[in-house]
C-alpha cells in the first residue's frame, strides 16, 4: 500500500525557516517523480514545486516560491523534503506531498499534508 | 503561466442527476489535464488522468473529456458520496496550474 506521510509543519514567525519531509512507502520512491501541493485554509490547490525521478536532478518552482523553498530527496532514505525559507504570511497552508506515475506528472497518490502557519 | 478556469464556484445537483464541470485552459494544454476530488478535511483523489483515462479504483460513473484548451468531468448518477470538490490541473506546462476547483453541492 502506498503512503506519503508528511511531517515538520510548524508555527513559525514571518521570515522564518522549516524543513518539511515526507515519507514515502509501498512503491519504488527512487522511479517516481515527487512534487509538493498547498492548500491555504479555505482555498483552493496551488502547486509549489516538484522533481524528476532518479537523482532528481529536474527541479521546478512556481513563481511565488522561486529563490525561497528548496525540492530535494534522499533515495536512501525514502524521503522528499522542501526547505523553506523567508517564510511570508501568505505561505501560511496545508503542505501535500504527492507522487506522479510512470509517464505522466498527474498526482496519483497524496499524503495528508503537514500545516505551515506563519505569524506576524 | 496557463490560467485554468473552472466555471460555476458551485453546482447544485440532485441525487442520481447528471453532472457536467467544465475546465478552460488559457493556452493549448494538448491532453495534460487532470481532474481531482477533495472532501472536506481529506487529501484530494487523482479521478482522470490524461483528460480521459481513470484512475486506478474509479468508478465508470466519472468520465472526462476534451483536449487542447475545453475540458469536462461528468459523472453520469450523482450517488451521496460524489458531493465534493473538484478541481482540474494541466500538467503540460510549467508552473503547473489547477482550476479554482467546482463545489458540487446537494439540491
Known amino acids: 500500500e502506498v503512503q506519503l506521510v508528511e511531517s515538520g509543519g510548524a508555527l513559525v514567525q514571518q521570515g522564518g525557516s522549516l524543513r518539511l519531509s515526507c515519507a514515502a512507502s509501498g512503491f519504488t520512491f527512487t522511479s517516481y517523480a515527487m512534487s509538493w501541493v498547498r492548500q491555504s485554509p479555505g482555498k483552493g490547490l496551488e502547486w509549489v514545486s516538484a522533481i524528476s525521478a532518479g537523482g532528481g536532478s529536474a527541479t521546478y518552482y512556481a513563481d511565488s516560491v522561486k529563490g525561497r523553498f528548496t525540492i530535494s530527496r534522499d533515495n536512501s532514505k525514502n524521503t522528499l523534503y522542501l526547505q523553506v525559507n523567508s517564510l511570508r504570511a501568505e505561505d501560511t497552508a496545508l503542505y501535500y506531498c504527492?507522487?506522479?506515475?510512470?509517464?505522466?506528472?498527474?498526482?496519483?497518490?497524496w499524503g495528508q499534508g503537514t500545516l505551515v502557519t506563519v505569524s506576524s | 503561466e496557463i490560467v485554468m478556469t473552472q466555471s460555476p464556484a458551485t453546482l447544485s445537483v440532485s441525487p442520481g442527476e447528471r453532472a457536467t464541470l467544465p475546465c478552460r485552459a488559457s493556452?493549448?494544454?494538448?491532453?495534460?489535464l487532470a481532474w481531482y476530488q477533495q472532501k472536506p478535511g481529506q487529501a484530494p483523489r487523482l479521478l482522470i488522468s490524461g483528460a480521459s483515462t481513470r484512475a486506478t479504483g474509479i468508478p465508470a460513473r466519472f468520465s472526462g473529456s476534451g483536449s487542447g484548451t475545453e475540458f469536462t468531468l461528468t459523472i453520469s448518477s450523482l450517488q451521496s458520496e460524489d458531493f465534493a470538490v473538484y478541481y482540474c490541473?494541466?500538467?503540460?506546462?510549467?508552473?503547473?496550474?489547477f482550476g479554482g476547483g467546482t463545489k458540487v453541492e446537494i439540491k
Open positions: 490541473q494541466q500538467y503540460n506546462n510549467w508552473p503547473f496550474t
Open positions: 493556452q493549448r494544454i494538448s491532453s495534460n
Open positions: 504527492a507522487s506522479s506515475g510512470a509517464g505522466t506528472w498527474s498526482f496519483g497518490f
